[in-house]
């Protein structure tokens, strides 16, 4: 089968579909959340939209407990998993086109989630239409699996597999191609102050970022007083940093505003977080416990990304360094918090680097615990599954490229065999969580031929 030409025949079925599952803001809301909405009314409505195309299809469906959801092909004892999300982190500020619109200019289409994961569920949705509707003969079930909380800490697809049955193999379109076979831990690590905020405290408020798997593109402080000069440095701060903000007087404290950009914690370095940049500049005007705070993000997060200041640090070949984004900053009267979320490499001694960075913050104003952990995934390069995909996407474009770690956690890691396979290729600019995310029309296309070309190799054998 020529799947790329079929692939390109249903160029607008692809692209109005993906347009549509734009349209709904599929942002977490847990201030609005009930047992029917376990994670608010966007993606509940991402669920059912995805849900009703595999119904209209003529393939099975199932929903469960309103947090996730499957799409059903074919016969056969092994199950073939291809697990989605279809919930988004928030928009931020800055876009050029409406977020949640779907705008196609100049080969390119725009909005939350264009390329994480709304993008590539639609190219394997199409895939999974293309081969039903081949009428070739598969020896295996194929499963959409649909996860409305992957961007908040997989409850969804937890609640799923406490209810469904695991796949044999399976693969998420998630990541990069040519393949991902090695998922980085990820932590969700909470530093506290242990001291409260003086009654004299200079600082009254800090606070900075809406999740931790996002780098903060914008950080807030007040003050109950500058310094003589500061209105003067916080300018040249500014210049130095080639960045933006704003130094303003309320009619009792002064509110400084600084800018930065946004990126996936799992790159921190593509992004310029403006917590960190807040925090140095505040070092030189603040007294107190709001002093230590700021320093304290200035020593630990302002000097590498990769928690050196508390023996954190680590590397291994097959997954590179260990990095920190902290997402989450707070202080107020009851003192500050900054949570973190840490990418760690594959061989990380997890639980040894963590007692080390206790014992070195022994002595300091802070205190560190661990929120939540997930586990580092790896499937050998030498695996049938690896070999078979990578094989796949060779054929489609040509390019030998070696196969990929990520700092990124997708829902290859609650597979017992999976990996992350797609859809950003190699060179493409990752926009992913970032102001203006598109996915290339073309590419997209290319996937969903590379995607139908997967499930034929993995299904029928």
Not at 337 to 354: D, G, H, L, Q
Request: proline share 3%; glycine share 8%; aromatic share 8%.
């Amino acid at each position: 089968m020529n799947w790329l030409q079929i692939a390109q025949e249903r160029k607008e079925e692809l692209l109005s579909e993906l347009q549509q599952l734009i349209q709904i803001e599929s942002v977490l809301d847990e201030n609005n959340a009930t047992p029917d909405m376990p994670f608010g009314q966007g993606p509940l409505d991402a669920l059912h939209f995805m849900l009703n195309k595999g119904e209209s299809a003529g393939m099975r469906v199932k929903n469960i407990d309103h947090m996730a959801g499957h799409i059903e092909m074919g016969e056969g004892q092994e199950l073939l998993g291809i697990l989605c999300h279809v919930d988004v982190v928030p928009v931020g500020d800055g876009w050029t086109y409406p977020p949640f619109e779907g705008r196609i200019v100049d080969g390119k289409l725009f909005g939350r989630g264009a390329i994480d994961d709304k993008g590539p569920t639609i190219a394997a949705w199409l895939a999974m239409k293309m081969v039903k509707d081949s009428g070739i003969k598969l020896d295996k079930r194929v499963r959409m699996i649909i996860g409305t909380d992957e961007e908040s800490g997989f409850r969804c697809v937890n609640r799923y597999f406490e209810k469904e049955e695991m796949p044999t193999i399976g693969f998420a379109p998630d990541a990069d191609f040519p393949l991902i076979n090695a998922e980085k831990g990820i932590a969700h690590l909470i530093f506290s102050q242990k001291n409260k905020a003086a009654a004299d405290e200079t600082l009254l408020s800090f606070t900075a970022g809406k999740r931790i798997n996002m780098v903060p593109d914008s950080a807030e402080a007040k003050l109950v007083s500058v310094s003589e000069d500061g209105a003067t440095n916080f300018q040249r701060f500014l210049q130095e940093n080639e960045t933006e903000g704003s130094l303003t007087k309320a009619q009792d404290h002064y509110i400084i505003a600084i800018k930065g950009k946004s990126a996936h914690a799992m790159e921190p370095e593509k992004g310029v977080n403006a917590a960190v940049l807040l925090a140095q500049f505040l070092t030189t005007e603040l007294t107190g416990n709001g002093l230590t705070f700021v320093q304290f993000i200035a020593d630990v997060f302002g000097k590498d990304h990769f928690g050196t200041a508390l023996t954190l640090n680590y590397r291994d070949e097959m997954s590179g360094e260990t990095t920190l984004n902290p997402g989450i900053i707070k202080f107020d009267a009851n003192g500050g918090t900054i949570e973190v979320s840490m990418r760690y490499a594959v061989t990380y001694s997890f639980e040894e680097k963590i007692t080390a960075a206790q014992q070195v913050l022994a002595q300091a104003d802070f205190t560190l615990d661990v929120a939540s952990d997930s586990a580092p995934h790896y499937i050998p390069e030498e695996d049938e599954l690896v070999q078979t995909l990578v094989a796949v996407y060779q054929k489609y474009t040509n390019d030998f490229s070696q196969v990929l770690s990520t700092g990124g956690g997708t829902y290859a890691r609650v597979l017992n065999k999976g990996v992350a396979f797609g859809m950003l290729f190699p060179g493409e600019a990752d926009v992913a969580h970032q102001k203006d995310e598109f996915v290339d029309v073309e590419n997209l296309i290319t996937a969903a031929a590379i995607y139908a070309e997967a499930i034929v190799k993995l299904a029928s054998k």
